[in-house]
């Protein structure tokens, strides 16, 4: 009875050590979970509903990516890139503005560099977690449309300017955890897990 008492014991302890091996691997490691502090989006909001409205508001993404989205990609980290994003908010406004009156369009924008929360994102070669991140956010007009959001740094989606799938090149600015963890389908795991944390920490800080 004790023999068995004793190897029931040791196979609960290997158990143990097993499970908890298996979840250390699947936590999101610190460099991971930089990935909120390493990207700025693109929120950009229409007016409204109408098929005019949302074919206006990709219009204007089309050339805010054509036209910020090559001088964005030049730097060489997020810090760099809100900086000049900061700095050119004015630029970007004034551009957007002009834009739709091209456009016919009697809306005006504003645009602000700022913190918001997205949902879970799946493009059709990356996937972003669920959070706050930095946003560069675009209202037209009232801003009671549809959204269309994305990634501005690095420059993922530049390409929907020419109507094609969003581009790789922009990751070579994420760290290779970073990479991982938006890339593979293996890591959903850490993927979910990370958004339980960030949802938790947002809460309590």
Not at 18 to 39: F, R, S, V
Not at 47 to 62: E, F, G, P, T, V
Not at 117 to 144: C, Q
Request: glycine share 4%; charged share 25%.
């Amino acid at each position: 009875m004790k023999t068995k008492n004793k190897n029931q014991s040791l196979l609960l302890t290997v158990f143990s050590l097993l499970l908890a091996t298996l979840l250390l691997a699947a936590l999101p490691t610190e460099a991971e979970a930089e990935i909120y502090n390493d990207t700025l989006r693109l929120h950009i909001l229409a007016n409204s509903d109408s098929d005019i409205d949302q074919a206006l508001k990709l219009k204007i993404r089309d050339k805010l990516l054509l036209k910020y989205g090559e001088e964005l990609k030049a730097n060489t980290s997020l810090e760099n890139a809100l900086a000049s994003t900061e700095a050119l908010l004015p630029s970007i406004e004034k551009d957007i503005n002009l834009w739709l009156d091209e456009l016919d369009s009697s809306y005006t924008a504003t645009v602000t560099l700022t913190k918001e929360w997205y949902d879970t994102r799946d493009y059709e070669s990356f996937s972003l977690p669920k959070g706050y991140y930095n946003s560069l956010r675009v209202i037209i007009g009232k801003g009671d449309g549809k959204n269309w959001w994305c990634v501005m740094y690095p420059p993922l989606c530049r390409e929907f300017a020419t109507e094609r799938a969003p581009s790789d090149d922009g990751v070579i600015n994420y760290t290779k955890e970073e990479i991982s963890l938006i890339k593979s389908g293996r890591y959903q795991v850490k993927f979910k897990i990370l958004e339980v944390m960030s949802s938790i920490f947002t809460k309590n800080g």
